[in-house]
């Protein structure tokens, strides 16, 4: 029972790992009023440069640079699009996803060949000393790769950077009163470039962690909806970067359940568990669990004047 | 009198510059995969050859690449219905896959297939309609009962479908077929014949089925709506200004839950079809991306029903041809999906541009 349970944490960690790198990243950006569809474009993006850089310089590190990189020039056209040209954002969202599952599988066959299972270099698992060595939860918490450490530790910057810093209070007017904002002198284009950057750069984070510190090589179409689980935990959050984490955690556990359940002799369907995560996002932006409200200009272009 | 010309041709030259973008995004993207198709080693005749034998060469090619556009019309159309009042449904996927399962529950259970007068046909198809339109008209009921955005509750109520697809071949309570050894497949029964729709040709080679005239009759019936009926008007003044409206007197908060559940409406009679005449039995995944296609059609369209048609003809062959290119001439099909993302991503960019454009250099 006890090991069953340390699985079950552990599992849920991994699972939950890179919907939190994502959902903290799109959150900054929604908060500012750009709503990124292609957030798993930038993910699966991500994955594949972040595997084959890890792949062609046998540095895993490089890696997840790679990784970072490939997901900032998605984030970039992204926000280009619709910040400066004030294309329609689910349009743009959706047509990076098709374009970023397209490309990468394309160009792993090209690369990688036919459908084989390359390993990657993989980043080294890091034990905390002392903590590592709890009962049940020191294998989940504290021996994991070094991107997972990091990670918690770029989540709790983001979380200072839209509360408590003049850049946040700066994202969060633009992404609610755009006009106000402009009239006081906030410069609305650049600062949705920084925060859709800021989406870039941890969805770049997520993809890595998914192929480089979790399954070692690239698989097609390996973030499998990751993406849009995060969105729907940035819903479920209600913009907010505890709960959102929160619901990611959630998230991951629902997933990670399907496997646990069976073991432990529970007879629920996976496809419910499966669901429960936007069943519940969905309970959530109908107001049934306390009020949520969006940013009011979410998907909404700003332009001077109009 | 040549001023009136050309005062009278101004309109078109606007017009034709506001094609040429999108038709300029089309022929760039193809560009892109031709030079990706040489960096790839592969001959670049023998995937055009593929390409072209893939999308029209056969009858079969040809029907299947139609039956595609069908369905993707169909999502387009509802789409543009409910973008009038603008209201944006990304929700097409889940909206096909519940008219999918609707479909398949009812051709399955066996009083349907032996009903006489082409009902085994037709009453499937209805109940997937009317489950699109359900699953549409939650996320508008959800928009006027709660402010909840359009945009969320249908891509999380698509999202919910799908797996509601997978929940029903998992579990043979529901539509999973009898498990006779493990090696049973999670998909549902073959549909009875009686229950499939008929094919247009008669000739058993191309699997053209009667879907496409009752896309065509739909497109005719969405055009006059839009243009001519009070409906289609009510639906605009809503969309522009629907607080307007409602003091002017519309039922808003009907006319917003009808406008999804219209729309809805087209994506599960597209899933209904999908089912009833190509696929035939019901299996994860069946949707095919269809709803996402369709959502890009409808929007690339600019609300224009001509529009829909042309974009979900374009990309039927796209698909189709990409497919035939795999399996003939090596080259990934993978390479269809770069194409069209280029071109959703580079006509979504052109928006201001094509707008100026048609309204003349301001």
Same mark, same amino acid.
């Given at each position: 029972m006890e090991e069953t349970f340390a699985i079950f944490l552990a599992s849920t960690l991994r699972l939950a790992m890179p919907l939190m790198l994502a959902a903290s990243g799109e959150l900054v950006s929604e908060r500012s009023?750009?709503?990124?569809?292609?957030l798993e474009g930038m993910m699966l993006t991500a994955a594949f440069f972040g595997a084959l850089g890890s792949w062609a310089t046998g540095d895993p590190y490089l890696g997840v640079g790679c990784a970072i990189l490939a997901a900032l020039c998605v984030a970039a056209v992204q926000a280009w699009l619709s910040?400066?040209?004030?294309?329609n954002q689910l349009v743009v969202g959706i047509g990076f996803n098709i374009l970023a599952l397209g490309a990468t599988t394309l160009l792993y066959r090209i690369i990688f060949g036919g459908l084989s299972r390359e390993e990657i270099p993989g980043l080294p698992k890091l034990a905390v000393p002392g903590l590592s060595d709890l009962p049940f939860a020191g294998t989940a918490f504290f021996q994991q790769s070094v991107i997972v450490y990091v990670g918690l530790g770029l989540i709790v910057l983001i979380w200072v950077m839209l509360n408590h810093t003049s850049f946040g209070l700066a994202v969060r007017a633009v992404g609610d009163e755009p006009r106000s904002a402009d009239k006081a002198g906030i410069p609305v284009a650049a600062t949705r470039w920084r925060a859709v950057l800021v989406t870039g750069f941890m969805a770049g984070v997520a993809g890595a962690f998914i192929s480089?510190?979790?399954?070692h090589t690239f698989t097609e179409n390996m973030t499998n909806g990751a993406g849009y689980l995060a969105l729907a935990a940035v819903i479920f959050g209600g913009w907010n970067v505890g709960r959102t984490i929160a619901a990611c955690l959630l998230f991951g556990a629902a997933t990670a359940l399907q496997f646990q359940l069976p073991a432990m002799g529970i007879n629920v369907p996976t496809a419910f568990l499966l669901m429960l995560p936007y069943l519940l996002a969905l309970l959530a932006v109908a107001g049934v669990v306390g009020r949520l409200e969006p940013p009011t200009s979410l998907t909404l272009p700003f332009q001077r004047g109009k | 009198m040549t001023a009136l010309a050309l005062a009278s041709s101004l309109p078109d030259r606007r017009r034709l510059a506001g094609i040429s973008i999108p038709f300029a995004a089309v022929v760039g993207s193809m560009a892109v995969g031709l030079l990706l198709i040489a960096a790839s080693g592969k001959s670049v005749p023998d995937a055009i050859d593929a390409f072209l034998d893939g999308a029209f060469g056969t009858a079969f090619a040809f029907g299947a690449s139609v039956n595609r556009a069908v369905a993707l019309s169909l999502v387009g159309l509802g789409f543009i219905l409910a973008f009038r009042a603008n209201l944006t449904n990304v929700g097409g996927e889940g909206q096909i896959a519940v008219g999918g399962i609707a479909a398949a529950a009812l051709a399955l259970w066996p009083p349907i297939a032996g009903l006489p007068l082409g009902l085994a046909v037709i009453v499937p198809l209805l109940g997937g309609t009317l489950a699109g339109a359900f699953w549409g008209g939650i996320a508008g009921f959800m928009k006027v009962k709660?402010?909840?955005n359009e945009v969320i509750s249908t891509l999380l109520l698509g999202f919910v479908a799908l797996l509601m697809v997978y929940w029903c071949v998992q579990s043979t309570a529901l539509l999973r077929q009898p498990q006779t050894s493990s090696a049973t497949l999670p998909e549902s029964l073959p549909i009875p014949d009686p229950t499939k729709l008929p094919g247009l040709? *008669?000739?058993?080679?191309?699997?053209?089925?009667?879907g496409l005239i009752i896309c065509l009759v739909l497109a005719v019936v969405t055009a006059v709506v839009l243009q001519r009926s009070t409906f289609g008007l009510r639906l605009r003044a809503i969309g522009l200004n629907e607080l307007a409206a409602r003091r002017a007197g519309m039922p808003g908060g009907v006319l917003l839950v009808v406008a999804l559940a219209i729309a809805g409406a087209f994506g599960g009679l597209a899933g209904a079809i999908m089912l009833q005449g190509e696929q035939y039995y019901l299996k994860t995944g069946f949707s095919s991306g269809y709803g996402f296609d369709g959502l890009v059609v409808g929007l690339l369209s600019r609300g224009s029903t001509v529009g829909v048609l042309a974009g979900a003809l374009f990309f039927g062959f796209l698909r189709s041809g990409g497919i035939s290119m795999e399996i003939m001439? *090596?080259?990934?099909?993978a390479l269809t999906l770069v194409i069209q993302g280029l071109i959703v991503i580079a006509v979504a960019g052109s928006v201001i541009l094509v707008d100026k454009l048609e309204r003349g250099s301001r």
């Amino acid at each position: 029972m006890e090991e069953t349970f340390a699985i079950f944490l552990a599992s849920t960690l991994r699972l939950a790992m890179p919907l939190m790198l994502a959902a903290s990243g799109e959150l900054v950006s929604e908060r500012s009023g750009v709503l990124n569809l292609s957030l798993e474009g930038m993910m699966l993006t991500a994955a594949f440069f972040g595997a084959l850089g890890s792949w062609a310089t046998g540095d895993p590190y490089l890696g997840v640079g790679c990784a970072i990189l490939a997901a900032l020039c998605v984030a970039a056209v992204q926000a280009w699009l619709s910040v400066n040209l004030r294309a329609n954002q689910l349009v743009v969202g959706i047509g990076f996803n098709i374009l970023a599952l397209g490309a990468t599988t394309l160009l792993y066959r090209i690369i990688f060949g036919g459908l084989s299972r390359e390993e990657i270099p993989g980043l080294p698992k890091l034990a905390v000393p002392g903590l590592s060595d709890l009962p049940f939860a020191g294998t989940a918490f504290f021996q994991q790769s070094v991107i997972v450490y990091v990670g918690l530790g770029l989540i709790v910057l983001i979380w200072v950077m839209l509360n408590h810093t003049s850049f946040g209070l700066a994202v969060r007017a633009v992404g609610d009163e755009p006009r106000s904002a402009d009239k006081a002198g906030i410069p609305v284009a650049a600062t949705r470039w920084r925060a859709v950057l800021v989406t870039g750069f941890m969805a770049g984070v997520a993809g890595a962690f998914i192929s480089i510190a979790d399954i070692h090589t690239f698989t097609e179409n390996m973030t499998n909806g990751a993406g849009y689980l995060a969105l729907a935990a940035v819903i479920f959050g209600g913009w907010n970067v505890g709960r959102t984490i929160a619901a990611c955690l959630l998230f991951g556990a629902a997933t990670a359940l399907q496997f646990q359940l069976p073991a432990m002799g529970i007879n629920v369907p996976t496809a419910f568990l499966l669901m429960l995560p936007y069943l519940l996002a969905l309970l959530a932006v109908a107001g049934v669990v306390g009020r949520l409200e969006p940013p009011t200009s979410l998907t909404l272009p700003f332009q001077r004047g109009k | 009198m040549t001023a009136l010309a050309l005062a009278s041709s101004l309109p078109d030259r606007r017009r034709l510059a506001g094609i040429s973008i999108p038709f300029a995004a089309v022929v760039g993207s193809m560009a892109v995969g031709l030079l990706l198709i040489a960096a790839s080693g592969k001959s670049v005749p023998d995937a055009i050859d593929a390409f072209l034998d893939g999308a029209f060469g056969t009858a079969f090619a040809f029907g299947a690449s139609v039956n595609r556009a069908v369905a993707l019309s169909l999502v387009g159309l509802g789409f543009i219905l409910a973008f009038r009042a603008n209201l944006t449904n990304v929700g097409g996927e889940g909206q096909i896959a519940v008219g999918g399962i609707a479909a398949a529950a009812l051709a399955l259970w066996p009083p349907i297939a032996g009903l006489p007068l082409g009902l085994a046909v037709i009453v499937p198809l209805l109940g997937g309609t009317l489950a699109g339109a359900f699953w549409g008209g939650i996320a508008g009921f959800m928009k006027v009962k709660f402010g909840t955005n359009e945009v969320i509750s249908t891509l999380l109520l698509g999202f919910v479908a799908l797996l509601m697809v997978y929940w029903c071949v998992q579990s043979t309570a529901l539509l999973r077929q009898p498990q006779t050894s493990s090696a049973t497949l999670p998909e549902s029964l073959p549909i009875p014949d009686p229950t499939k729709l008929p094919g247009l040709t *008669g000739d058993s080679e191309s699997p053209l089925h009667v879907g496409l005239i009752i896309c065509l009759v739909l497109a005719v019936v969405t055009a006059v709506v839009l243009q001519r009926s009070t409906f289609g008007l009510r639906l605009r003044a809503i969309g522009l200004n629907e607080l307007a409206a409602r003091r002017a007197g519309m039922p808003g908060g009907v006319l917003l839950v009808v406008a999804l559940a219209i729309a809805g409406a087209f994506g599960g009679l597209a899933g209904a079809i999908m089912l009833q005449g190509e696929q035939y039995y019901l299996k994860t995944g069946f949707s095919s991306g269809y709803g996402f296609d369709g959502l890009v059609v409808g929007l690339l369209s600019r609300g224009s029903t001509v529009g829909v048609l042309a974009g979900a003809l374009f990309f039927g062959f796209l698909r189709s041809g990409g497919i035939s290119m795999e399996i003939m001439a *090596g080259v990934p099909a993978a390479l269809t999906l770069v194409i069209q993302g280029l071109i959703v991503i580079a006509v979504a960019g052109s928006v201001i541009l094509v707008d100026k454009l048609e309204r003349g250099s301001r």
